[in-house]
């Protein structure tokens, strides 16, 4: 699902998730524009629109969550 499908599924408008991120509504048509990211700024949109960001990587035997990405500085309004 694309980042812009998930915030319009939670019933969210660009306007109010940057409110909550503090940042311009441009930023986040922008941000939902982009075919990569910072992992930081993934995990702030997400927690913004009130989710929690895991990473998890499968292999054939073993299903393992990342977890060095869970406290990162960023600065989303690029």
Known sequence: MALCELRQSLKISQAQLAEKLQIKQPAI???E???DM???HLREVIEAMGGELKITTKFPDVEVTITNFENLAMDIDE
């Open 33 to 35: 524009n982009r075919t």
């Open 38 to 40: 910072y992992v930081s």
């Open 29 to 31: 048509s922008r941000l």
